[in-house]
């Protein structure tokens, strides 16, 4: 069913700014999919982030991230970006895109059980 693979992290000071991508080129569902970012610190509980729909183009946020973290996509390429703006400490972690065979839901976009693929990860270093 495919891969997904993300870039784009880094390190970055506080209130800087990045864009991961997640790369699902060879995923067969994308235009009917969930892409869910999710989050995990050491030590932390991985949590969902933010969360597009390929299909309604909605998206989702985090109450965290809400004005700083914007979703996009390029359909073409089945690529999701994540910008990241006004980047603060708490947002340092290892990010991952998970994407599932369904639409995305208020209740449900930003829980793990259900995402079936998963990328490696990209690190995101913010230092103050």
């Known amino acids: 069913h495919g891969e997904l693979v993300e870039s784009g992290g880094g390190s970055v000071e506080t209130g800087g700014s990045l864009r991961l991508s997640c790369a699902a080129s060879t995923y067969t569902h994308y235009y009917s999919s969930c892409i869910t970012w999710f989050r995990q610190a050491p030590g932390e509980e991985r949590e969902g982030v933010a969360a597009f729909d390929t299909f309604t183009v909605q998206t989702y946020y985090a109450d965290s991230v809400k004005g700083r973290l914007t979703l996009s996509q390029d359909a073409m390429k089945k690529t999701v970006y994540l910008q990241m703006n006004n980047l603060k400490a708490e947002d340092s972690a290892m990010y991952y895109c998970?994407?599932?065979?369904?639409?995305?839901?208020?209740?449900?976009?930003?829980?793990?059980?259900?995402?079936?693929?998963w990328g490696q990860g990209t690190q995101v270093a913010v230092s103050s």
């Open positions: 998970a994407a599932r065979n369904s639409r995305c839901s208020s209740g449900s976009w930003s829980r793990q059980a259900g995402f079936d693929y």
